[in-house]
């Protein structure tokens, strides 16, 4: 299968792929919003909903025959097209309306990818990490109070540096570990954590949560969200996801939850005092955060990314709307997450019908 190297130089252009054969398209630097473009046309909320992004590492796939319009969602793209026949390039003008409204919905969409960028920074920084080392405290409290939950495949969603899959890995819980994460950055941290402990590195894998990408229907036991799910403040990219994992889950399976309750900030380990900086936890604007380098903790000016909160009646309701049956509240207050809520639901049984 031949491997074909794009660079997207501008970032506000817009190209057409046409692949004859099935291919898969792979983001090497930056990131790409892309849109398939559907037989028989389509409307401006269909396109305005359809446009999604993807970042260093995932890999989409592209049925034969199938459209798709890229574009850079930074200058200096590259992508590389795996296909047995070499895809056809157009690219579109650049006054047509559909060029604007393509890269209005990669800002919006964007958002999200401000992790691999606070990654990115933090390691620039020095740093060679940017959670904490061990394990939630809110995943151990599940495993103390009810441990039949974390068994069989777990899918870590939204794993960063890995804490909680190399914990997990480590105590050979569950039949398998596998851990998605949109950060190339973070998952590379993670992995070389995990070579060092002489721990499987396979699993963990650049991917979107809020889409999940060729993840079979019905493949684990378990998924847990100890963190991501609130980072998501789009209601549609909210029910998206939630949507997903009830796909992703056999029947039976177990959604573990740990989401943001209020005061956002308060309890981080990086940051120092949080009556100080608590006005200015509004998205886009900038605050010092503290993060360890060399033994000692250290100042970094990082931009608040996207957040929301939920208390536990209305995360619970988030949850039930999607199909999952309620199981068991466990709030905490830990270092990760400050003041959240801790929910773990079920997927129905088939029987259970």
Not at 68 to 75: C, F, S, T
Not at 157 to 164: N, P, V
Not at 262 to 276: A, L, N, P, V
Request: aromatic share 8%; hydrophobic share 35%; proline share 4%.
């Amino acid at each position: 299968m031949a491997q074909n190297l794009t660079v997207l130089k501008d970032g506000n252009g817009v190209v057409q792929l046409d692949c004859p054969e099935p291919a898969s398209l792979t983001v090497t630097r930056g990131r790409v919003g892309f849109y398939r473009l559907p037989e028989g046309g389509y409307s401006e909320e269909e396109f305005r909903e359809g446009v999604a992004v993807v970042g260093v590492g995932e890999r989409v796939g592209i049925v034969a025959g199938e459209k798709l319009l890229l574009a850079a969602a930074q200058p200096d793209t590259e992508f590389t097209c795996d296909s047995a026949v070499e895809p056809q390039q157009y690219t579109v003008p650049a006054d047509y309306p559909i060029v604007s409204t393509m890269q209005k919905c990669i800002a919006d969409k964007g958002y999200y990818f401000g992790y691999e960028d606070r990654y990115a920074k933090v390691y620039e920084h020095g740093a060679q990490s940017w959670e904490a080392l061990s394990e939630n405290a809110s995943l151990r409290e599940v495993l103390a109070r009810h441990p039949e939950v974390i068994e069989g495949d777990i899918l870590d969603l939204g794993t960063g540096e890995g804490r909680d899959s190399l914990f997990l890995l480590r105590s050979r819980i569950g039949r398998s570990v596998t851990s998605f994460d949109v950060s190339h950055s973070a998952l590379e941290n993670a992995r070389g954590r995990a070579r060092a402990e002489g721990l499987p590195t396979d699993g963990f894998i650049e991917k979107d949560i809020i889409f999940l990408r060729d993840v079979a229907a019905e493949s684990f036991d378990v998924a847990l969200n100890m963190g991501a799910l609130h980072m998501l403040d789009r209601p549609e990219d909210r029910e998206r996801h939630i949507a997903r994992v009830f796909d992703v889950l056999r029947p039976g399976g177990y959604f573990v939850v740990d989401h943001c309750a209020s005061e956002w900030g308060r309890g981080f380990h990086t940051i120092k005092d949080y009556d100080t900086i608590a006005a200015d936890l509004v998205p886009g604007r900038t605050i010092t955060r503290y993060v360890e380098v060399e033994g000692e903790r250290r100042p970094i000016d990082l931009e608040v990314l996207h957040y929301s909160e939920r208390s536990p009646e209305s995360l619970l309701a988030e949850l039930t709307a999607a199909g999952f049956e309620e199981f068991a509240r466990l709030d905490t207050n830990t270092e990760a997450f400050g003041n959240s809520t801790l929910q773990v639901v079920r997927k129905p049984r088939k029987d259970a019908a």
